[in-house]
């Protein structure tokens, strides 16, 4: 089958496979690698579509703690057909459309590929059937995006009426947080680009600030005077996480998915300051979907490549400057 994988990730794996040190870090390459086997428990998936997501590149240079197989296949996100239900699997059957975020141990049988095995319920990941008439791009859109923005979200207690500040609203996680935040009825000020300016609006941004011209939180200090109820930071500006934080009011809260906020604001009295890290992926995953199955919100597919130009499209987005979803046809 093909597959986009890399041969090494330099980091040395935790737990049993492989032995021994792990190979040299190396660039994601497009493969031949044979059609993998389902262990007990397991479902072999003829993926018909996947995502790009920032953590792809993290699991490539060996960030994720976990056990790794080599060549190791990439992608976490994805949507496909059961072919082949492994002994004691209860939940799926040849032929079932299933979608998720494919995250389990060892790490290596990810979803930029033809096929990929995944344990019925992935130890760190969630599994579920795609819903009727949705297709599979949109399907593997969703998943790691879409359950940590309303995860997110949820951390931070936002509620209608209240006005939040999304930094980083223009990516993967931020098109979701946007529109969720939207319908739930909350006050929208959205960082973009000038180029993603009136896209960001339509998808519910009720206000937006160029964090390249000038001082950002001025302008949206004098917006809200009296602060923001809430802050939800997608970035990995750690810098200016602080800066941000401060545009809060008293008893708002702060929260950043990429664990940016500093020990000091974690002890704040005067907000509350978290970094969110995902928990119950499969209600998270029930939920997400199902707000996009009713239309509730969309899914904003930026590009849609095909298996062989992954590694291209995994470097430009780790540049910057993603603008909703990239997608993998498969
Ligand atoms: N905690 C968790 O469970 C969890 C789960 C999923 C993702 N994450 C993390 O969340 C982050 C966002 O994920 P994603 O999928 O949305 O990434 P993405 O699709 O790459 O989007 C990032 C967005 O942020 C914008 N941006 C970059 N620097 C910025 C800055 N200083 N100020 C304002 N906007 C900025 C980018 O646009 P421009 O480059 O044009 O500015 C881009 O639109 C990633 O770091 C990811 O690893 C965490």
Same mark, same amino acid.
């Given at each position: 089958m093909r597959a986009v994988a890399v041969r090494g990730t330099g980091a040395t794996p935790?737990?049993? *496979?492989?032995?021994g040190p792990a190979p040299e870090a190396s660039a994601p390459e497009l493969m031949e690698l044979p059609v993998p086997l389902p262990a007990p428990g397991e479902v072999l998936v003829a993926l018909e579509a996947a995502s790009v997501n920032p953590i792809d590149m993290g699991i490539a240079d060996g960030l994720l703690p976990m056990p790794q197989v080599y060549p190791l296949v990439l992608g976490v996100d994805g949507a496909g057909r059961v072919t082949e239900a492994g002994e004691g699997v209860r939940g799926f059957r040849p032929g079932d459309m299933v979608h998720g975020?494919? =995250? !389990? *141990?060892? =790490?290596?049988?990810?979803?930029? *590929?033809?096929y990929t095995v995944v344990t019925e319920f992935p130890d760190s990941g969630a599994l579920q059937r795609v819903p009727d008439g949705m297709p599979a791009e949109i399907a593997a859109a969703l998943p790691t995006a879409g359950m940590t923005a309303l995860g997110a979200l949820e951390a931070i207690g936002l509620r209608s009426g209240h006005s939040v500040l999304i930094v980083g609203a223009t990516g993967g996680v931020g098109v979701f947080a946007v529109q969720l935040a939207a319908a739930l009825g909350a006050e929208v000020v959205a960082t973009a680009r000038p180029d993603a300016d009136r896209w960001i609006r339509r998808l519910g941004a009720a206000r937006t600030v @160029?964090?390249? *011209?000038? @001082?950002t939180a001025h302008q949206v200090r004098r917006a809200h005077p009296d602060g923001v109820d809430a802050f939800l930071d997608l970035t990995r500006d750690t810098a200016r996480f602080g800066t941000y934080a401060g545009?809060? !009011? @008293?008893?708002g809260t702060a929260t950043s998915v990429t664990f940016t906020a500093p020990p000091e604001l974690l002890a704040s009295e005067r907000i509350t300051v978290t970094n969110y890290a995902m928990r119950d992926k499969p209600d998270l995953l029930a939920r997400i979907t199902a707000e996009a199955a009713s239309g509730r919100i969309t899914v904003p597919v930026q590009q849609t490549v095909t298996l062989d130009e992954v590694p291209e499209a995994l470097a430009r987005n780790a540049k910057g400057g993603a603008r909703g979803k990239t997608t993998v046809r498969i």
């Open positions: 935790k737990g049993s *496979a492989p032995e975020q494919f =995250l !389990r *141990a060892p =790490l290596g049988h990810g979803t930029f *590929a033809e @160029d964090y390249t *011209a000038g @001082d545009l809060v !009011r @008293d008893g």
